[in-house]
């Protein structure tokens, strides 16, 4: 990984910002992310993550925390976060815009107990695969105290396959409608290709089971996205 999007924040939080990153996927064209989404505060925040911090309780792991925007508001409201990321860069922003604790770390090797667990903005991307998630689910589990919970987000993209005579057009070979391979670049640079998971309820509710965690929906967004929470 060369960590382009660490880069891209790091240079947003120096106020180097000149231009966007540029997305874009197995099944979609180029697409601007805007970095200052990636900055954003609570007010500017979806329903689906206000409801999540709003739910946050006792210790809290921000998983993927990019800049920590999530860990910031719960930190202000006096929760005890512990923020975490692949990226160097996305850590680095995060101390600097005050996130006391905040470690590169990839969740699979986290060992302490928490008793929230967030993953947002498409949280079961993490995950990556569909082959990977009761890995990643087995392993989240075991970081929850008593009574603990998981709070995620996702969105079924099967929208993203309809074409305009309302049918559907997915490859009956491919694994799972939701398993992307997810492109980035930067400044004229391009990130090694990754892939990204969008998990619909009822395929993260059926590998929760397989793995004995109770799934509930909590909401629903106004765009086939949903708030998950888990619990054992
Ligand atoms: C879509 S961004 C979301 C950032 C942030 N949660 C937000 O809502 O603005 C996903 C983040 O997850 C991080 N990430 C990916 N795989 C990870 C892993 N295995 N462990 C920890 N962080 C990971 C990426 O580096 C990236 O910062």
């Given at each position: 990984m060369k960590d382009l999007f660490g880069k891209a924040l790091l240079d947003y939080q120096n106020g180097n910002y000149t231009e966007d990153i540029i997305t874009s996927t197995s099944i979609s064209d180029d697409d601007l992310l805007p970095i200052s989404y990636l900055f954003r505060s609570f007010s500017e925040m979806p329903k689906i993550e206000q409801k999540a911090l709003k739910l946050s309780k006792g210790q809290v792991l921000d998983v993927?925390?990019?800049?920590?925007s999530h860990s910031l508001y719960l930190q202000e409201n006096r929760l005890n976060v512990k923020a975490i990321d692949i990226s160097k860069g996305a850590i680095e922003v995060a101390q600097k815009r005050g996130v006391m604790n905040a470690e590169v770390l990839n969740v699979l090797e986290e060992k302490s107990k928490f008793d929230t667990i967030l993953l947002l903005m498409?949280?079961?991307?993490?995950?990556?695969e569909i082959s990977q998630v009761a890995k990643y689910l087995t392993h989240l589990k075991s970081l929850l105290k008593p009574n603990g919970q998981i709070l995620l987000d996702s969105s079924d993209?099967?929208?993203?396959?309809?074409?305009e005579d309302g049918g559907f057009w997915m490859d009956?070979?491919?694994?799972?409608?939701?398993?992307l391979d997810y492109f980035l670049s930067y400044k004229g640079k391009k990130e090694v290709p990754m892939k990204w998971l969008y998990l619909d309820f009822d395929t993260l509710k059926l590998a929760c089971e397989t793995v004995g965690l109770h799934c509930g929906l909590i909401l629903e967004g106004e765009h086939f996205d949903y708030l998950a929470r888990l619990t054992v």
């Open positions: 993927g925390c990019g800049t920590g498409n949280g079961t991307g993490i995950f990556q993209i099967k929208y993203m396959y309809e074409d009956a070979h491919s694994n799972y409608y939701g398993e």
